[in-house]
C-alpha cells in the first residue's frame, strides 16, 4: 500500500451550505473546514443534517445556498463521478451480481483498466481491509461486517481525494462496531487521507476521530478534538450529548483572581474564568456544569475532611446502581435535583446508601461555565431533535 | 401439528388431480384426435400438412418479429422510466402503476376500433404528407408497425409489475449512488450496477411479452394482418383436424419458445458468475 501513503491529503471546506426540504431546514448554514490527513467525524442527533452535508461532498444532493471546496476547489456543480470522494454506506450497498473482488475492482473498471491489472489491485485493496481470502465470495456469503469492508476498499480503489462514510457501522452489533472502529481508524492512518465520518453515537466519534464537529439543527454547535469538547463544551447541547453533564444555575457575585465566584443555592462556587463561555458581569446569570466522573462524595459525618479550596454542594443520595467498574450515585441537592456522580469502585464505602446525606466536592479547575439563555436539557436523550437509530435508517 | 398434516396433503393430491385432468385431458384428447384418423391407426400427416402448408412459416416468423420488437420497444420504454421514478419520483409511483395497468380494462375491441379510427384520418387531400405517408408506413403487411406500438400498450401491466417487483427486491437508489462515487456516469450505473441485478424482471418481461404477442388475436385479425394466431384461425376454419393440430402445435411453440428463453438467462447467468 506505499502507493497509496503516497497520496497528497486534500482539505475539505463547507461554506455557509443551506438546504431546505419543503419545510424542512436540513442545513442551517453549515461552515467547516477538514485539514488534510484527519479523520473528522460529524456528530449529530438523528435528523441534524448529517447525511445531507455528506451527501453534498459527495455530489448526490446539491445545496440551495453555500459551496463545497475539495482541495481549494469549487466542486458545487461538479458531478458526483468526476468528483474523487469515495463513500462508504450506511445499508449494505455492495454489487449483489459482482463477487467482492470484483465489486472492490469496480472503479477501476469504469476507468476502462485492464482485467488483470484491476483484480491485482482490488486484490491488494481487500489484503489491506483483511479480507485477502474472501475475494470470490458474492456478498450474500459475506457478514455484514465483511461487506462494508469490502465497500471501504470498494471505495479506497481510485486514490480518492476524500473518503465519506455515513454510519458505516449502523447495522453492525456493539462488539463488531468497536472492532471496526479501530480497524477503520488503522486504515485510515495507513493510508493517509481525509476521512469525514457520520455518526450519531458519541463514542464511536470519541474513539476515532482526530476532530469531532457536534451538529445540531443543521449547523456546527462545536468543533474540537475530542477531549477539548469533553472537558469545555460551550453549550449545553455540547456538555449533554458527549456524556453527561450536571448543570447548576448560578449567579455571578465576585472575582478573585482568575476566577469568578458564583452564588448557587446558599452555597458559592469557583469557576476558572477561561474556562467560561458566558459573559461574566456580577449579578449575570451562568451555568455552572461539571462531569460526573470529576466529583468525590463524602459522607456528610466526614465533611471535615474535605481538604479546604474545592467546591462543594450538600445533598442526599437519592439511588445508586452498581455497574462493576463505578458506582453511579443520583443526588437530590437544593441547586440541582438529579445530580449524577460517578465514583470508581476502588474502596467501597458502605456509608454511602441512598437517604445519606453526603458532601460533593470536586477540583474548582473541572468546572465549565455556559451560557444561562439556553435549555438545561438540550442534547440529552428525549428532548426534541434526538431520535432512535430506527429513524436514521429509514432516511 | 401431527393430526392436521395429513389432511392438507390429502387436499394438496386432490387439487393437483382436478388441475391436471382440467388442463391434460383436453390436449391428451387432442393430441389422440390429431394423430389417430379412423381405419388408418396412428399417423402424423396432419402436422406434415401444417409444416408444408401455406402461410405456416411466414405467420410464425412475423409474430416472432412482433415479440422480439415488442420486447426490445417496452423495455427500452419502461426500463429507464422506472428507474428515474424510482430515484426521483418515488411518490408518482401508484400513478404510473394505474396508467399501467388500465390496458387491462379496456377491452382490445374498443382498443383496436380506436386504432382504426385514428388510421383513417388521413383524408384523400393529405395524401403527399408525411402523416399519410408515416400511416401507410405502419401498416406495411409485411412488418405491420402498428402491431408493435398496440402490443407495447398491452403489455404494459405485465412488463409494468415485472419490473416493479425487479425494482422492489433492490435498493436502486444506493446502488446507483454507490456506482457514481466509482466514478460511473449516470448511464453507466443504470448498465453495470442496476440492469444485472434485474435479470429476473427482465426476463420475466420479456416472456409474457412473448407469450402475449404469439396468441394475440383480436387486433391483428381485425387491422388485417396475418401472424401466427391469425393463420391458426384462417386454417382451422377448413379441416377439423388441421386445425386442432395447429392449436397443439402453438401450444408446443410457445413452450419451446418460453423454455429457450428461460435456457438463455439461466445460461448467461452461469457465465456472468464464471
Ligand atoms: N430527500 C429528502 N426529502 C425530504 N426531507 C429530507 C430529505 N433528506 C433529508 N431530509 C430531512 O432533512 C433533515 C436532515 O436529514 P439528514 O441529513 O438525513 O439527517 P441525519 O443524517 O443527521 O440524520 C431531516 O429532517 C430529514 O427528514
Ligand atoms: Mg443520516
Redesign the pocket.
Do not use: D, Q, R, W
Given at each position: 500500500m506505499n502507493d497509496m501513503t503516497l497520496e497528497k491529503a486534500a482539505t475539505v471546506e463547507f461554506r455557509g451550505l443551506r438546504r431546505e426540504?419543503?419545510p424542512?431546514v436540513?442545513l442551517d448554514g453549515l461552515d467547516l473546514d477538514v485539514r488534510p490527513g484527519e479523520l473528522v467525524a460529524l456528530l449529530?442527533p438523528?435528523?441534524?443534517?448529517?447525511?445531507?452535508?455528506l451527501r453534498m461532498l459527495a455530489g448526490f444532493e446539491h445545496p440551495d445556498s453555500g459551496e463545497v471546496l475539495v482541495d481549494g476547489q469549487d466542486v458545487t456543480e461538479v458531478p458526483a463521478h468526476r468528483r474523487d470522494a469515495g463513500m462508504v454506506f450506511q445499508s449494505y450497498s455492495l454489487f449483489p451480481h459482482l463477487s467482492a473482488v470484483d465489486n472492490v475492482a469496480f472503479g477501476l473498471r469504469m476507468r476502462k483498466v485492464r482485467t488483470a491489472e484491476r483484480r491485482a489491485r482490488a486484490a491488494e485493496l481487500l489484503d489491506l481491509v483483511g479480507l485477502g481470502d474472501k475475494g470470490e465470495r458474492f456478498p450474500h456469503q459475506l457478514s455484514g461486517g465483511q461487506q462494508q469492508r469490502v465497500a471501504v476498499a470498494r471505495a479506497l480503489i481510485n486514490h480518492p481525494k476524500v473518503l465519506l462514510l455515513d454510519e458505516p457501522l449502523g447495522a453492525l452489533d456493539l462488539k463488531l462496531r468497536r472492532q471496526m472502529q479501530l480497524e477503520l481508524k488503522r486504515i485510515q492512518t495507513e493510508v493517509g487521507i481525509t476521512f469525514v465520518h457520520?455518526t450519531?453515537d458519541q463514542e464511536e466519534a470519541m474513539t476515532m476521530a482526530d476532530t469531532v464537529a457536534v451538529m445540531n439543527g443543521g449547523r456546527v454547535e462545536q468543533l474540537g478534538s475530542p477531549s477539548d469538547l469533553y472537558e469545555n463544551p460551550r453549550t449545553t447541547f455540547v456538555a449533554n450529548f458527549l456524556g453527561t453533564s450536571n448543570l447548576i444555575e448560578a449567579e455571578v457575585d465576585t472575582r478573585s483572581g482568575d476566577g469568578i465566584v458564583l452564588k448557587a443555592g446558599g452555597g458559592k462556587l469557583l469557576l476558572p474564568e477561561a474556562r467560561c463561555s458566558a459573559p461574566t458581569t456580577t449579578g449575570g446569570k451562568v451555568l455552572v456544569g461539571v462531569r460526573p466522573e470529576k466529583i468525590s462524595l463524602t459522607h456528610a459525618d466526614a465533611a471535615g475532611d474535605i481538604p479546604a479550596g474545592r467546591n462543594r454542594i450538600t445533598g442526599k443520595i437519592a439511588a445508586t446502581s452498581f455497574i462493576g467498574v463505578s458506582t453511579q450515585y443520583v443526588v437530590d441537592s437544593a441547586v440541582c435535583p438529579e445530580f449524577e456522580v460517578y465514583v470508581q469502585n476502588i474502596d467501597r464505602d458502605a456509608k454511602l446508601a441512598p437517604g445519606a446525606e453526603v458532601v460533593l466536592h470536586w477540583n474548582p479547575a473541572h468546572t465549565f461555565g455556559l451560557h444561562a439563555d439556553q435549555s438545561l436539557l438540550a442534547g440529552t436523550t428525549g428532548s426534541a431533535g434526538v431520535g432512535t437509530v430506527d429513524d436514521?435508517a429509514a432516511? | 401439528m401431527a393430526r392436521l398434516n395429513p389432511r392438507p396433503n390429502l387436499w394438496r393430491w386432490a387439487v393437483l388431480a382436478f388441475a391436471a385432468v382440467y388442463f391434460l385431458v383436453p390436449l391428451a384428447a387432442s393430441v389422440i384426435f390429431t394423430v389417430d384418423v379412423p381405419g388408418q391407426g396412428v399417423t402424423f400427416d396432419a402436422y406434415g400438412q401444417i409444416l408444408g402448408a401455406d402461410g405456416f412459416l411466414t405467420g410464425l416468423i412475423l409474430s416472432l418479429e412482433l415479440a422480439a420488437a415488442t420486447i426490445a420497444v417496452v423495455l427500452l420504454l419502461m426500463v429507464p422510466a422506472m428507474v428515474a421514478l424510482r430515484l426521483g419520483a418515488p411518490r408518482l409511483g401508484p400513478v404510473i402503476e394505474v396508467i399501467c395497468s388500465l390496458p387491462l380494462v379496456v377491452p382490445p375491441i374498443a382498443f383496436v376500433a380506436g386504432i382504426s379510427t385514428v388510421l383513417k384520418w388521413g383524408p384523400e387531400y393529405l395524401s403527399r404528407t408525411p402523416l399519410f405517408q408515416t400511416f401507410v408506413a405502419i401498416q406495411n403487411p409485411d412488418f405491420p408497425v402498428v402491431l408493435v406500438l398496440a402490443y407495447v400498450v398491452m403489455a404494459l401491466p405485465f412488463v409494468h409489475r415485472s419490473l416493479d417487483a425487479g425494482l422492489r427486491a433492490m435498493d436502486v437508489r444506493t446502488l446507483v449512488e454507490a456506482a457514481r462515487s466509482c466514478g460511473a456516469s449516470p448511464v453507466q450505473a443504470l448498465v453495470t450496477a442496476v440492469l444485472p441485478n434485474l435479470r429476473g424482471a427482465l426476463l420475466n418481461a420479456s416472456f409474457l411479452t412473448l407469450a402475449l404477442v404469439l396468441g394475440e388475436f383480436t387486433v391483428s385479425h381485425l387491422l388485417g394482418f396475418q401472424p401466427f394466431a391469425v393463420w391458426i384461425y384462417s386454417v382451422g376454419g377448413s379441416q377439423a383436424q388441421l386445425s386442432v393440430a395447429v392449436s397443439v402445435l402453438s401450444l408446443l411453440v410457445t413452450w419451446a419458445l418460453l423454455l429457450a428463453l428461460a435456457g438463455l438467462g439461466g445460461r448467461t447467468r452461469t457465465a456472468a458468475k464464471g
Open positions: 426540504f419543503g424542512t436540513a449529530g438523528s435528523g441534524c443534517g448529517k447525511t445531507t452535508a457520520v450519531h436514521e432516511v | -
